[in-house]
T-cell receptor
C-alpha cells in the first residue's frame, strides 16, 4: 500500500514569494490533515478536510495561507506571500475517518530567506 | 499555553534495558492519547494509543500507561533496541473533537 505522498520534499524561497505544497493521501482515506512543525516542536494542525470540505481551519492563517482539496483526493497548501517565520516542515496526513491516528507523509521542509 | 508537555527533550538508554518516555497534560477533557515515533527526514509513524477509559495498553514491546488523576502518561519500551532511536511524540484529543495536540517530543537514543 502506497503511503502519503508529498512534494516537493524541500523548498527554499525568498520572503514575499509564493509557495505551494502538494499532498496525495492514502487511497480511500477520507480525512486529510495539514500540519506545520516548527523546529523543536510537535506538529500543529493547520486544516482538516473531510472529503473535499474543510471542516476545521481555525488554525490556518487565512491572510496568507490557503488550501484546497478538489475532488476530495489530493490537496494543495499555498502560502502567499511567505514570511521568514513560515520556515518549518509542512506535514500532510490522512486517515480513513476523523479522529483516528493518521498516516503522515514525509513532509516538505520550507526555508524562507 | 502548552497543553501537552514532554519535559525531557532527550533520553539515552542501553540496548536491552527499559526506555520510559513521559508526557504530561493539563486538559482534563482529553479522552484519547497517541504516541508517534519519528525518524529523521520522515513523517511521524503511529505507535500505540490509549483511551481515557483504560489505564494500560500493550502492543509487543510497547506499553502505554495512563494516570488520569496525575494527568500523566508514559510509554515503556522493553527491551529497547537501537532501531528504537527516534523522536517520540505524544498527542492528545479532546472528547468530541478530532484535533490532536502534540507534545514537543523526546529524542530517544538506544546505545548498542
Amino acid at each position: 500500500e502506497a503511503g502519503v505522498v508529498q512534494s516537493p520534499r524541500y523548498k527554499i524561497i525568498e520572503k514575499k514569494q509564493p509557495v505551494a505544497f502538494w499532498c496525495n493521501p492514502i487511497s480511500g482515506h477520507n480525512t486529510l490533515y495539514w500540519y506545520r512543525q516548527n523546529l523543536g516542536q510537535g506538529p500543529e494542525l493547520l486544516i482538516r478536510y473531510e472529503n473535499e470540505e474543510a471542516v476545521d481551519d481555525s488554525q490556518l492563517p487565512k491572510d496568507r495561507f490557503s488550501a484546497e482539496r478538489l475532488k476530495g483526493v489530493d490537496s494543495t497548501l499555498k502560502i502567499q506571500p511567505a514570511e521568514l517565520g513560515d520556515s518549518a516542515v509542512y506535514l500532510c496526513a490522512s486517515s480513513v475517518e476523523a479522529g483516528q491516528s493518521g498516516f503522515f507523509g514525509p513532509g516538505t521542509r520550507l526555508t524562507v530567506l | 499555553d502548552q497543553q501537552v508537555k514532554q519535559n525531557s527533550p532527550s533520553l539515552s538508554v542501553q540496548e536491552g534495558r527499559i526506555s520510559i518516555l513521559n508526557c504530561d497534560y493539563t486538559n482534563s477533557m482529553f479522552d484519547y492519547f497517541l504516541w508517534y515515533k519519528k525518524y529523521p527526514a520522515e513523517g511521524p509513524t503511529f505507535l500505540i494509543s490509549i483511551s481515557s477509559i483504560k489505564d494500560k495498553n500493550e502492543d509487543g514491546r510497547f506499553t502505554v500507561f495512563l494516570n488520569k488523576s496525575a494527568k500523566h502518561l508514559s510509554l515503556h519500551i522493553v527491551p529497547s533496541q537501537p532501531g528504537d532511536s527516534a523522536v517520540y511524540f505524544c498527542a492528545a484529543r479532546t472528547s468530541g473533537t478530532y484535533k490532536y495536540i502534540f507534545g514537543t517530543g523526546t529524542r530517544l537514543k538506544v546505545l548498542a
